[in-house]
T-cell receptor
Framework: NAGVTQTPKFQVLKTGQSMTLQCAQD?????MYWYRQDPGMGLRLIYY???????DKGEVPNGYNVSRLNKREFSLRLESAAPSQTSVYFC?????????FGNGTRLTVT | QQPVQSPQAVILREGEDAVINCSSS?????VHWYRQKHGEAPIFLMI?????EQKGHDKISASFNEKKQQSSLYLTASQLSYSGTYFC?????????????FGQGTTLQVKP
């Protein structure tokens, strides 16, 4: 039972490049989330999906897009990466509560 | 709007107690507490629902004062394993999304 799986674990991008962060959960949870974590800022919600087929903006959605591909998968896309998007990205899932987090993707944009 | 946690950092000796506070400017439906070790994912500790209840988990407990829109996490007789960063996550209204807004975190270091 893997829980929440994120890929890749690490990524380095140049400014302007695009990429997609993948997240999959095997707990049959309805809700999925993307957070970013920066020093001193805690975890900030980027986007979330309450159920398959729905997505909503969180606190810091600018520069990101998401796709809830099916109940298991929720991807986060950076269309044109900027240095300000250097961060650790966590995906999480839940069925109301608690949140189950993946191990994170460390993204550096140069 | 992010809840505010205090203090930002705490250093303890083993066996000492600590309190971490979480305060919101909005009415809260629930408060969650998570702990994160360096380089790892946050792990769920407990949830407190609207109603002012207090919960306990081993030597870690928490309270929720919905009137003051505040929650506190109590760590008693701290152990080395308690070291990490603690986050409160707040749910503003009852929903079926489980959407949480987290505070900025409180770093706890327990020394021998």
């Amino acid at each position: 039972n893997a829980g929440v799986t994120q890929t890749p674990k690490f990524q380095v991008l140049k400014t302007g490049q695009s990429m997609t962060l993948q997240c999959a959960q095997d707990m049959n949870h309805n809700s999925m989330y993307w957070y970013r974590q920066d020093p001193g800022m805690g975890l900030r919600l980027i986007y979330y999906s309450a159920s398959e087929g729905t997505t909503d903006k969180g606190e810091v959605p600018n520069g990101y897009n998401v796709s809830r591909l099916n109940k298991r998968e929720f991807s986060l896309r950076l269309e044109s990466a900027a240095p300000s998007q250097t961060s650790v990205y966590f995906c999480a899932s839940s069925d109301l509560s608690p949140l189950h987090f993946g191990n994170g993707t460390r993204l550096t944009v140069t | 709007q992010q809840p505010v946690q205090s203090p930002q950092a705490v250093i303890l000796r083993e066996g000492e107690d600590a309190v971490i506070n979480c305060s919101s400017s909005k009415a809260l439906y629930s408060v969650h507490w998570y702990r994160q070790k360096h380089g790892e994912a946050p792990i769920f500790l407990m949830i407190l629902l609207k109603g002012g209840e207090q919960k306990g988990h081993d030597k870690i407990s928490a309270s929720f004062n919905e009137k003051k829109q505040q929650s506190s996490l109590y760590l008693t007789a701290s152990q080395l394993s308690y070291s990490g960063t603690y986050f409160c996550g707040t749910e503003i209204r009852s929903s079926n999304t489980g959407k949480l807004i987290f505070g900025q975190g409180t770093t706890l270091q327990v020394k021998p």
